[in-house]
């Protein structure tokens, strides 16, 4: 596989399992309760947006890249979440492991739906649904809106509250409207970490980030063009340049560094600063509308500081200048143990495949980023 194209795979942590993408086709592994690995696979099919060339160029990639990528994952979360509650990938007794490693076709562990059961290289079955929606289906709804409610409290958590925090700050000298600025992109960052490792405590969350590890080694694999054998995996990092951990990380810190000069009260006439509360919640959110409306620039300009970075990961140079965002990947991932990791390399060998008896045709998707 030539190197630029090894761009173009990604993959995500999802509840359970791993979500992984080629130029077009993606794959989802699961570890379903009774310990089975359910795998789905499927072409990539493009968006109205995905079509318009014009918006492939660079800096106005970015943003439609990352939309794409919120819109993959909400599918591969909502399998995820049919894998996790339908009632034949349920903890049992009664079913015995595949003698071989050979496929066949077998009933389900609680109907006869005739699902494809292999084995995988490291020992576990792996059920291959007979069509899509053929288990149980959490509703798309419930996923959008709970990824709407999340991006909110974001906006709350790490928009709104540093710029209203630093409206307060006047009382200790802090005067100066671009100093305030500066301590509010300070105050982002270190409530972005805060939250980071908070939420890593829940254990849930830690078997994800174990996930995101396992998808990170997996990906490291094929980059080092290694073979895809458990054994292999384990011995890369579990760190990887492209991970969407170090795409916020670039963020942070380009907003960080533009909007510390972008000025704060442009309705200082009307609502002077700390002239009362109800100023300074008009203020904030003048503020936090500028920053809105500038973020796709920082995203635009971030997801091509990404693409260098996936482009020349092995120089110590790239190293040294994205070093910020490869260590907060020790927060946003965990060692992850065979388990993980197994779940992981299915994914990946399953759209390895599936690319490889595709058509030849050059794929026009972005590159990929490798949450």
């Given at each position: 596989?030539?190197?630029?194209?090894?761009?173009?795979?990604?993959?995500?942590?999802?509840?359970?399992?791993?979500?992984?993408?080629?130029?077009?086709?993606?794959?989802?592994?699961?570890?379903?309760?009774?310990?089975?690995?359910?795998?789905?696979?499927?072409?990539?099919?493009?968006?109205?947006?995905?079509?318009?060339?014009?918006?492939?160029?660079?800096?106005?990639?970015?943003?439609?890249?990352?939309?794409?990528?919120?819109?993959?994952?909400?599918?591969?979360?909502?399998?995820?979440?049919?894998?996790?509650?339908?009632?034949?990938?349920?903890?049992?007794?009664?079913?015995?492991?595949?003698?071989?490693?050979?496929?066949?076709?077998?009933?389900?562990?609680?109907?006869?739906?005739?699902?494809?059961?292999?084995?995988?290289?490291?020992?576990?079955?792996?059920?291959?649904?007979?069509?899509?929606?053929?288990?149980?289906?959490?509703?798309?709804?419930?996923?959008?809106?709970?990824?709407?409610?999340?991006?909110?409290?974001?906006?709350?958590?790490?928009?709104?509250?540093?710029?209203?925090?630093t409206e307060y700050l006047d009382?200790?000298?802090?005067?100066?409207?671009?100093?305030?600025?500066?301590?509010?992109?300070?105050?982002?960052?270190?409530?972005?970490?805060?939250?980071?490792?908070?939420?890593?405590?829940?254990?849930?969350?830690?078997a994800l980030f174990q996930y995101?590890?396992?998808?990170?080694?997996?990906?490291?694999?094929?980059?080092?063009?290694?073979?895809?054998?458990?054994?292999?995996?384990?011995?890369?990092?579990?760190?990887?340049?492209?991970?969407?951990?170090?795409?916020?990380?670039?963020?942070?810190?380009?907003?960080?560094?533009?909007?510390?000069?972008?000025?704060?009260?442009?309705?200082?006439?009307?609502?002077?600063?700390?002239?009362?509360?109800?100023?300074?919640?008009?203020?904030?959110?003048?503020?936090?509308?500028?920053?809105?409306?500038?973020?796709?620039?920082?995203?635009?300009?971030?997801?091509?500081?990404?693409?260098?970075?996936?482009?020349?990961?092995?120089?110590?140079?790239m190293k040294g200048a994205f070093?910020?965002?490869?260590?907060?990947?020790?927060?946003?991932?965990?060692?992850?143990?065979?388990?993980?990791?197994?779940?992981?390399?299915?994914?990946?060998?399953?759209?390895?495949?599936?690319?490889?008896?595709?058509?030849?045709?050059?794929?026009?998707?972005?590159?990929?980023?490798?949450?």
């Open positions: 596989m030539p190197k630029g194209e090894y761009l173009q795979y990604g993959g995500q942590a999802i509840l359970e399992g791993v979500m992984m993408r080629s130029p077009r086709h993606y794959s989802v592994a699961c570890r379903a309760p009774n310990g089975q690995i359910v795998l789905h696979s499927e072409p990539i099919e493009k968006t109205w947006i995905g079509r318009q060339r014009w918006l492939r160029a660079p800096f106005l990639r970015g943003t439609f890249a990352l939309l794409d990528s919120m819109a993959l994952g909400i599918r591969a979360m909502r399998f995820s979440g049919d894998v996790q509650l339908a009632p034949e990938f349920q903890k049992r007794e009664d079913v015995q492991p595949a003698a071989d490693g050979s496929s066949l076709i077998v009933e389900a562990p609680s109907d006869e739906s005739g699902h494809l059961v292999t084995k995988s290289p490291e020992g576990s079955e792996v059920v291959r649904p007979r069509a899509s929606g053929s288990i149980n289906s959490v509703g798309t709804a419930s996923i959008v809106g709970a990824m709407i409610v999340g991006l909110a409290l974001g906006v709350f958590l790490f928009v709104i509250s540093p710029n209203f925090i009382g200790i000298g802090l005067k100066d409207p671009t100093m305030k600025n500066f301590v509010a992109g300070v105050l982002k960052i270190l409530f972005f970490l805060a939250y980071i490792g908070i939420i890593g405590l829940y254990a849930p969350i830690r995101h590890g396992a998808e990170h080694k997996a990906i490291n694999t094929m980059e080092d063009d290694a073979e895809l054998t458990l054994e292999s995996c384990k011995q890369r990092t579990r760190l990887h340049p492209r991970c969407g951990t170090s795409f916020a990380i670039i963020v942070l810190l380009l907003s960080l560094l533009a909007f510390t000069f972008v000025p704060r009260y442009p309705l200082a006439d009307a609502f002077p600063p700390n002239s009362g509360f109800v100023a300074n919640i008009v203020n904030t959110l003048t503020r936090v509308g500028i920053e809105i409306l500038l973020l796709p620039v920082i995203a635009g300009i971030s997801y091509e500081a990404l693409k260098i970075a996936g482009k020349f990961r092995n120089q110590v140079w070093w910020p965002g490869l260590m907060t990947q020790y927060l946003t991932t965990r060692e992850p143990d065979d388990t993980h990791i197994e779940v992981a390399l299915t994914a990946l060998r399953a759209v390895l495949e599936q690319e490889s008896g595709a058509n030849a045709e050059k794929s026009n998707l972005p590159e990929a980023v490798s949450a």
